[in-house]
């Protein structure tokens, strides 16, 4: 080993991952696997540490490997295309909050209707899971949509806010 590479453990320690994080990296593509010269060692350049502490923070800012793969292959030069990724990031991101605050809404109105169900000897929590479609959506069902006499409204009240 010269002193221009790494070893393998020493670029996973640099970069703040595991050995098993730069073969993954390497089998997917997004890191080259260096030739094992003289004692059978894979000497890294040292410019791996600095890929792999981009793949990293491109993981931290939501992008999938494969999105990470698309952006190693452009350069300084190719700007539009690296927004035209992150635009698109973007635009999941937006469906994937619209889809939580969905999610979150109806783990509202569940937990509401145990409140207002708490005597009842079910739970309208538990019932809706074990109801849920093969697909997996929880739907509220009409039971839960009912007036409830210690509300005097309906869960479903709740629903238009």
Avoid at 42 to 63: H, L
Wanted: aromatic content about 4%; proline content about 4%; glycine content about 6%.
């Amino acid at each position: 080993m010269t002193n221009m590479t790494i070893t393998i453990g020493l670029l996973a320690k640099q970069a703040e991952v595991t050995i098993e994080t730069i073969r993954h990296y390497q089998r997917i593509g997004l890191l080259h696997e260096p030739d094992k010269p003289g004692r059978g060692y894979r000497c890294y350049p040292p410019d791996a540490v600095v890929r792999i502490r981009f793949i990293k923070r491109a993981q931290q800012a939501g992008f999938t490997l494969k999105e990470v793969a698309q952006l190693l292959s452009l350069d300084a030069g190719h700007c539009a295309e690296a927004r035209s990724i992150a635009e698109q990031k973007c635009q999941q991101i937006d469906a994937q909050i619209k889809d939580l605050m969905v999610l979150r809404h109806t783990l509202q109105v569940l937990v509401k209707a145990c409140q207002s169900d708490a005597s009842a000897g079910h739970c309208p929590l538990i019932d809706a899971l074990s109801t849920a479609r093969d697909g997996g959506s929880v739907a509220i069902s009409t039971e839960l949509m009912r007036p409830t006499a210690r509300d005097g409204g309906s869960v479903a009240s709740d629903m238009a806010q």
